[in-house]
């Protein structure tokens, strides 16, 4: 099966209806809803619910994050604000980007929607200075270290997007690099995309310097229809 769901809530919907209807049409796809429980707390019956869907789409509610829905569904999220601003001026499939294996997913998620809809693809990478800890008593520097990423992450990003290139030659795609919080970055970048794209997992090490985890504060400040992909 490849039905999309719509998960009905007790928040305005019109949007998220419109936005799930589209999207079974041109995908020749069935839909049908699914009701979750105003407390969002009964998640198990939602992700049940989700077996053998191409997506389930949500409305946005206010400072929602949809936390459990998210973690637990078996296919992408989408999360649809009811009143996007400024939808004529809106352009490209933006995809946030690190170097974990859910983010290589969300690449190919924005890279097929990109082909379908005709938008270029935005691949925006994001790397935060590292903090330095100091020992009582000691005279270290504390602070941001003053280590330049941004060619790491450079790096990173044309490797993750390698797959895509090589399968689609004649997708126009921009990359982006900034310096800070990815959620606040990627929250920005949303305002002006037709369609935002992350990964649903948290990561550790030094790919957590490159992105961290954004996808419950995006999904919590959507500015865009934005799916979150596990």
Request: hydrophobic residues 45%; proline residues 6%; aromatic residues 2%.
């Amino acid at each position: 099966m490849n039905d999309v769901i719509l998960g009905v809530t007790d928040a305005p919907a019109a949007r998220a209806r419109e936005w799930a209807m589209r999207r079974a049409h041109a995908r020749g796809s069935v839909l049908r809803e699914l009701l979750i429980a105003p407390s969002r707390d009964d998640i198990d019956e939602a992700v049940r619910g989700t077996a053998d869907a191409e997506i389930l789409v949500l409305p946005a509610e206010h400072g929602h994050p949809y936390r459990g829905i998210i973690a637990g569904a078996n296919c992408p999220v989408a999360v649809v604000p009811e009143e996007p601003a400024g939808d004529a001026e809106r352009h490209g499939i933006l995809v946030g980007v690190d170097a974990s294996e859910v983010s290589q997913r969300a690449v190919a998620f924005a890279a097929d929607e990109a082909i379908r809809t005709g938008e270029l693809l935005i691949a925006l990478a994001a790397w935060e200075p590292v903090a330095v800890g100091t020992e009582p008593g000691l005279d270290l520097w504390t602070g941001p270290m003053p280590v330049d990423l941004t060619e790491a992450t450079a790096a990173m990003l044309e490797r993750t997007l390698e797959p895509v290139r090589a399968a689609h030659p004649d997708l126009s795609v921009r990359t982006k690099i900034d310096v800070g919080d990815a959620s606040t970055l990627i929250e920005e970048a949303s305002r002006s995309a037709v369609l935002t794209v992350v990964g649903s997992h948290g990561r550790t090490g030094l790919s957590r310097l490159l992105l961290g985890s954004v996808s419950e504060h995006v999904a919590a400040h959507v500015s865009s229809p934005t799916v979150i992909v596990r």
